[in-house]
């Protein structure tokens, strides 16, 4: 594994410390100033809607697996994991998150987070 892969993992480890322990000053740190969460039912959420949603436990993150590093070229690197995901008022469930990082001078930060179904086909694009 080359130092940028290890670099990128380390920084996505750091994202869902954050995100299960409401890491809001992390967060506003690592998340690029357009970075959108998306889901399969709702609008994009911009960054601050969704750091607002994690502070006040609208939306919980727990039970995270280990990244997947699917690509990393030049600048940007995908990977893929799965996390239990609470959306107020509903039950958690199990969802694959597609992030993609883009890399800065001094740190990696996420420009977006797919949250996809369990089918393969959501995973395109």
Same mark, same amino acid.
């Given at each position: 594994?080359?130092?940028?892969?290890?670099?990128?993992?380390?920084c996505?480890?750091?994202?869902?410390?954050?995100?299960?322990?409401?890491?809001?000053?992390?967060?506003?740190?690592?998340?690029?100033?357009t970075?959108?969460?998306?889901t399969?039912?709702v609008?994009?959420?911009?960054?601050?809607?969704?750091?607002?949603?994690?502070?006040?436990?609208? $939306?919980?993150?727990?039970?995270?697996?280990? %990244?997947?590093?699917? =690509? @990393?070229?030049?600048?940007?690197? #995908?990977?893929?994991?799965?996390?239990r995901l609470t959306?107020?008022?509903?039950?958690?469930t199990?969802?694959? $998150?597609?992030?993609?990082?883009?890399?800065? %001078?001094?740190?990696? =930060? @996420?420009?977006?987070?797919w949250? #996809?179904s369990?089918k393969?086909?959501?995973?395109?694009?």
């Amino acid at each position: 594994m080359t130092a940028e892969a290890s670099t990128l993992l380390t920084c996505c480890d750091g994202l869902t410390t954050a995100l299960a322990t409401k890491d809001i000053c992390w967060l506003n740190d690592h998340l690029a100033p357009t970075v959108e969460r998306r889901t399969p039912q709702v609008p994009p959420q911009a960054k601050y809607d969704w750091i607002d949603a994690i502070q006040n436990e609208g $939306l919980i993150y727990d039970h995270f697996t280990a %990244p997947t590093l699917d =690509q @990393l070229v030049g600048t940007r690197g #995908l990977v893929h994991l799965t996390a239990r995901l609470t959306e107020h008022p509903h039950q958690a469930t199990p969802v694959t $998150l597609q992030l993609t990082f883009i890399r800065e %001078p001094d740190c990696w =930060q @996420l420009y977006r987070d797919w949250e #996809l179904s369990g089918k393969p086909i959501d995973w395109i694009g």
